[in-house]
């Protein structure tokens, strides 16, 4: 139906109910209706466009995809695929759990020793080369210009050390969603697919063209995404002191004590670059471009921004000092481990100060080198594994354990060394909760083709399959918790001997439990 035909039809409807109602009709001036159609044929308009199936607000649609049928044979296929898969994830399992508990007790050790030789530093003195320093009290300065690369009128000439650019794009978002049930008779089982479409803001950019439904489709008019633009010249300096310390983009990109800048800014900013044309205004919190401009609730294709910095000010660096790139000037580097000789005869001052300038400069490939795996003849017979090792070994070599870090605000080296230790810590636990799921999974995936055959059985081979597979996920579960602890009782006792020996006993202690209760020597129960 044409726009004329509406507007006539709808005009007639309202005219022929009575003259009362015809005459009310007149007076509320017929262009208002005419104006109020034309404006809802243009928000269907854009929603037909854009394909959408109906108009939602906050809400989602879901759209069937149909059903799959898989015979026993095709899940033997699918459970030989994930036995090889999970030897893959054993073999990738143990190298992690192995490097991230050396990495740990590698960095529990330097953190133990940089305590004991640090020095707390104002002036940037040539005399604290290849020293550990506290660096508090003073300020931070960005000197370079930093403008935001999306939008212009954001920027300074100097004074901020870092912008953060947020933009989000309401959008679909395809979830899938899958149920599976088993036959009763021949081991087979049906799985439904259904994709359920839910429009958000997100910085993430979801590309609608590999929907796997049509009919809703995404309109981008600035790349969505958290953009950070780092000062590159930083200078920090003490209140008391004449002269500044250089400091690495690499510690300035550590701090995180973003300041809105929405008050600071002005009332419309403009996209730049290849998403030039596009300006947003500002409204409540954000800077908005309202697609459709409905002015109410978000519609598909409107954008939000918001824009924030870190502005010079206070802050606290702990870190290796060495030499600047400008004359008198000093800088930071890492502080990292290294041999201090032996117990009766360690290195003098002057060659531990140098052998620690000589660590920091090495790049991730040279301590990767250093720590690389090398079985000899062995590696003809295990090369799979050595690749692996090697693999995994670049990858934590990329972050290796050290002292390098800035702080927002002034702290002391007691608070620093607290925080550099709870975030290691945060991070090896996350990474002994991957590495030992990987195992776990891994050894769960490998009895995989054994739980398919009492499923055979019809009608009660699917719960004998399901009392296997409880059975093999708690030995599974005993095992897998018994190597973790093994391997980082192994990592700690090169550099921790008593918490390495903690953990020993921790690993004997879950193989000997089990046992003793099979036994009846630990009673269970009441």
Not at 356 to 379: I, T
Request: glycine share 8%.
């Amino acid at each position: 139906m044409t726009l004329p035909v509406i507007k006539a039809c709808v005009l007639l409807a309202i005219c022929s109910v009575s003259p009362v109602d015809g005459r009310k009709l007149r007076s509320h001036r017929l262009s208002d209706i005419v104006n109020k159609i034309d404006k809802d044929h243009a928000s269907l308009k854009i929603a037909t466009s854009e394909g959408y199936s109906k108009k939602l607000q906050g809400g989602s649609v879901q759209q069937p995809a149909g059903t799959r049928h898989e015979t026993w044979l095709d899940r033997m296929g699918n459970a030989l695929y994930g036995f090889i898969f999970g030897i893959f994830l054993i073999l990738f399992s143990v190298p992690i759990m192995w490097m991230n508990e050396r990495r740990q007790a590698r960095m529990e050790s330097l953190v133990a020793i940089g305590e004991s030789e640090y020095v707390s530093v104002k002036d940037p003195k040539e005399d604290h080369r290849g020293e550990l320093v506290h660096a508090a009290g003073g300020e931070a300065h960005g000197l370079d210009p930093v403008e935001c690369a999306k939008f212009g009128g954001v920027s300074f000439p100097s004074g901020c050390l870092m912008l953060r650019t947020q933009t989000e794009v309401y959008q679909w978002e395809e979830i899938k969603n899958e149920k599976t049930e088993k036959d009763n008779v021949g081991g087979g089982q049906t799985t439904t697919t259904t994709y359920e479409y839910k429009q958000t803001w997100s910085t993430s950019k979801h590309d609608s063209s590999k929907f796997n439904q049509s009919g809703y489709s995404n309109v981008f008019h600035v790349e969505p995404g958290i953009e950070r633009e780092v000062n590159n010249t930083v200078r920090y300096q003490h209140l008391k002191a004449s002269k500044a310390f250089e400091v690495p983009t690499a510690l300035v990109q550590q701090l995180g004590n973003f300041n809105s800048l929405h008050d600071e800014l002005p009332d419309t900013v403009s996209s730049k670059g290849a998403w030039i044309g596009t300006t947003v205004t500002k409204k409540d919190e954000w800077f908005v471009y309202e697609y459709a401009g409905s002015g109410g609730e978000p519609t598909i294709g409107d954008l939000r921004v918001s824009f924030d910095a870190i502005k010079d000010g206070a802050a606290t660096i702990m870190a290796l000092q060495t030499e600047g790139s400008a004359e008198d000037s000093e800088t930071f580097l890492p502080y990292r481990i290294v041999s201090r000789g032996y117990p009766c005869i360690g290195l003098s001052e002057k060659e531990l100060k140098r052998s620690l300038l000589e660590e920091a400069v090495k790049s991730g490939e040279e301590l990767a080198e250093e720590d690389e795996c090398n079985c000899g003849p062995l590696a003809i017979c295990c090369c799979v594994c050595v690749m692996i090792c090697g693999l995994v070994n670049r990858v934590f070599a990329a972050a290796p354990p050290q002292i390098y870090h800035m702080f927002d605000g002034e702290m002391t080296a007691g608070q620093c060394m607290s925080i550099i230790k709870r975030q290691s810590l945060h991070i090896t636990w996350i990474l002994r909760g991957v590495s030992w799921a990987m195992m776990f999974i891994g050894t769960c995936l490998l009895f995989g083709p054994v739980l398919l055959i009492p499923e055979l059985i019809p009608f009660i081979g699917g719960m004998i399959a399901r009392f296997a597979s409880v059975i093999i996920g708690v030995i599974a579960f005993i095992l897998t918790m018994f190597i973790a602890v093994l391997i980082m009782s192994a990592a700690y006792l090169v550099y921790r001997p008593l918490v390495g020996l903690c953990y020993l006993i921790v690993a004997a202690l879950i193989i000997a439990v089990p046992i003793a209760i099979e036994k009846g020597l630990i009673p269970v129960g009441l």
